[in-house]
């Protein structure tokens, strides 16, 4: 099993930056690819960005290419959501996602899913 935990969210305004984080834990090994997707209120799970954690490729889902950076640290098992320019449409709970298998933005695509982070942006 592997465990995610984020932290980093927040209340900010129009125009701001968060960094949201996320640490793995427990049987990392063959974790291939981690991520992060947003749920608004509502609204389904929305694919955001991923990260390759073998080769470091990653992924954006259109609406935040250009403003939000996904990075990792092999060292600490943790990845990063850089978001910048911050929108009220960005506002949402953000989670971390984690999976053996290949990379995307699909809600199946990963089988480990932390408990969130909410973001909310005010303009």
């Known amino acids: 099993q592997v465990q995610l935990v984020e932290s980093g969210g927040g209340s900010v305004q129009a125009g701001g930056s968060l960094r949201l984080s996320c640490a793995a834990s427990g049987y990392t090994d063959n974790i291939n690819c981690m991520g992060w997707f947003l749920q608004a209120p509502g609204k389904e799970r929305e694919g955001v960005a991923f990260i390759n954690t073998r080769d470091g490729g990653t992924g954006y889902t259109r609406s935040v290419k250009g403003r939000f950076t996904i990075s990792q640290d092999n060292t600490k098992n943790t990845v990063y959501l850089q978001m910048n320019s911050l929108k009220p449409e960005d506002t949402a709970m953000y989670y971390c996602?984690?999976?053996?298998?290949?990379?995307?933005?699909?809600?199946?695509?990963?089988?480990?899913w932390g408990q969130g982070t909410q973001v909310t942006v005010s303009s």
């Open positions: 996602v984690a999976d053996d298998r290949w990379c995307g933005l699909s809600a199946a695509d990963f089988a480990y």
